[in-house]
DNA sequence: TATTGTTATACTCTATAACTATA
DNA sequence: TATAGTTATAGAGTATAACAATA
């Protein structure tokens, strides 16, 4: 095959959104395996039990934002947490469209089961990086994800 | 609510792998819109024109070990292609197990209207990190890879 | 027997939208 | 009118496995 113009040419293992896209489904699987397949839970499931495991109580629209959820996939995640006996729901008297949303004893035993195990693998995963890059890492998780933020909106305003 | 030791909760905004999530769904809308709503391509088959873009010919097993997608979905995604007159499939004289997969001129064209718009928000993500982060993110990516698949050699051997 | 590639199936996720009940 | 939450639906992705053709 002849090489093309280098500006025209896309090569896939240098191209950060597909390097980011790999590694981020290869962690999804390595962490998610903790909550999956030894505590069933799915990953929407998973993040809704970390936010009120890290804030007590909240409605859904607020776990919506903090987890990076939609709404349909918090009210799924919620309703099968519930069956299981994790959370309860309570009208809030302030505002009745409101569900306040708790973990009961045993959400609160599952969450502190699944913790230690999550963190072990985050600093296993992060062991591998210098002082410096380890360092360096939440910074440019932000930076990039402030400038995606912006690409998206790009696309919305001027399709 | 009564704060709980710290060494037992996830700050799930600093938890890496649910950042690395987040940031690689975020990335994924913004960079796989110029694919998805302007060509019509789903992300598999984008990573097969990738695939074939920058190889030239290659087999389907080849292209699932290169794009990071199992076989099936490589099946499908050169179906599409096929259907759309963007590929050719050839018997491989050689093994006939092995189909021959290769881009068309009509294939070649759409990949080289996508590169140069992929390149470009490429950019735009990494022109917002300082240089020393730019080069620091490749060599970072690289060394969370090896250890995420540590990670997934671990679940597979001692469940 | 093992490998390439296809097909079938089922489950999850995502996105859109319609609907309710409250405000 | 607008918001919180639920339900319905369809499309895409993912995973397992069975299968045909070839090696």
Redesign the interface.
Known sequence: ?APVDP?????????????????????????G?VYA?RFSLTRPEW?VL??L?????MAGTDIAR???LDKMAVSRAVAALQERGCLTRHDDPRDRRHKRLRLTPRGRALY?RI??L??A??R??????PA??RA??????A??????????GL?ETA?
Do not use: C, K, N, T
């Open positions: 095959m500006e025209h040419v896309i090569r896939l293992q240098h191209f950060v959104p597909y390097r980011l896209a790999v590694l981020a489904e290869q962690i999804s699987r390595a962490v395996a397949e993040r970390a936010a495991g890290e804030h007590g109580e903090f987890s990076a502190r913790v230690p999550a963190l693998r985050e296993f995963l992060l062991d591998a990086l410096q890059d360096a890492l939440p910074r440019i998780l930076a990039l994800q402030r400038r995606a933020a912006e690409l998206d696309d399709p």
